[in-house]
């Protein structure tokens, strides 16, 4: 019986939730072999019950399965998540210096608005006199460059940190900025992690009030990256008002409750559409966002209308929220939106 053996089971073991293993993450502390008897100390930090009785039940089936194996024992070492945390464990989080709040807004799936939620979001922010920063994290699907109107290329500085992409008031980092038109990013989950880790550590954000961070959709790994290492402030959920939309949205929901990052609330995109004689239709369900609002007990952050002009200005690259909310009731709910955000990350 050895060490490699020991490790190679335990790879099976996924943490809750994630399609990463315990190994991978690192949270096994110490293996102890005696002939064919072995013992492991597992280290978890969560206010979740749920986790560590999965995790032990998970490593006992996997290491019983291993041929020739004698007794088992595993030990679960449960620690508080606001304690300091330990490299490679899901909750080892640390701070962007100079960054006040960072605020993630996640989906579950694509094709929800979650971009143009993030972009216009900041915008609303930048309109309350705050610094704000926007780290495009999808890596596939980066759109900020056209949301901003802008494909300029960041340069560095002296300290080879990036330099960001300054738009109307906001600070922007984007693969869009990174590659030719139309080229597409093709790079496997290990890299993907590093890219990710350089648009938060090794970009010159400076003073920020806010930095949102527009998550690709999904429960992937590169929202792993950000929800294992970075401090999160919290989360803003984005879906449509229809149930298969709103599964996914649990997911995403359940993702960032396992790793004790707060859900600011929900922001139900494509509300509705109003016509020119003032008919609303709910297209996409009629209010799917504010029941799975209440189901999760937060608050719903705001009802975003179906509107052409916001397609035309994510398309000209003049995000809705910089018109004046007289104007626009997409900018106005967009003004609420981050009226909701800032109540709730700052309470």
């Known amino acids: 019986m050895t060490e490699d053996i020991i490790k190679s089971a335990l790879t099976n073991v996924k943490y809750p939730g994630f399609s990463r293993d315990i190994v991978a993450f690192g949270l096994v502390k110490e293996i102890a072999i005696s002939g064919n008897n072995v013992e492991v100390t597992i280290s978890v930090q969560t206010k979740d019950p749920k986790v560590p009785e999965t995790i032990f039940k998970d ?7 291993i041929d020739g194996i004698g007794t088992t024992r595993v030990n679960i070492d449960v620690k508080n998540p606001e304690a300091t945390g330990t490299p490679g464990n899901p909750n080892a989080k640390s701070a962007i210096p100079g960054i006040k709040k960072i605020i993630a807004v996640a989906s579950g799936k694509g094709g929800v608005g979650k971009s143009t939620v993030a972009t216009n979001l900041a915008v609303a922010l930048s309109k309350t006199g705050a610094k704000v920063g926007l780290c495009d994290c999808d890596l596939y699907g980066p759109s900020t460059g056209q949301m901003f109107g802008t494909n300029q290329q960041p340069m560095a500085n002296e300290n080879d940190e990036i330099i960001p992409i300054e738009a109307h008031g906001i600070k922007l980092m984007s693969m869009s900025f990174l590659l030719e038109e139309n080229s597409p990013v093709i790079v496997r989950g290990p890299l993907a992690t590093r890219y990710t880790q350089q648009f938060l550590r090794q970009v010159a954000w400076g003073e920020l009030d806010y930095l949102i961070l527009d998550l690709p959709p999904g429960t992937g790994d590169i929202q792993l990256t950000i929800v294992q290492t970075v401090a999160l402030d919290g989360a803003v959920i984005v879906t449509t008002p229809q149930e298969v939309a709103l ?13 004790n990052v707060d859900i600011l609330g929900v922001v139900e995109n494509m509300a509705w559409f109003e016509c020119e004689h003032g008919t609303k239709y709910h297209i996409f369900g009629d209010g799917g966002g504010v029941r799975e609002a209440e189901r999760l007990k937060v608050p719903l952050l705001g009802q975003i209308p179906l509107d052409a002009h916001t397609r035309v200005c994510a398309d000209g690259g003049t995000p809705v929220a910089l018109l004046p909310e007289a104007e ?6 967009f003004k609420e939106t981050a009226e909701k955000v800032v109540a709730r990350v700052n309470r």
């Not at 490593?59 to 399965?65: E, F, I, P, V, Y």
């Open 247 to 259: 599964i996914d949205a649990r997911k995403a929901v359940s993702m960032f409750a396992k790793v």
């Open 328 to 333: 626009s009731p997409v900018s106005a709910a």
């Open 59 to 65: 490593c006992q089936d996997a290491l019983n399965a």
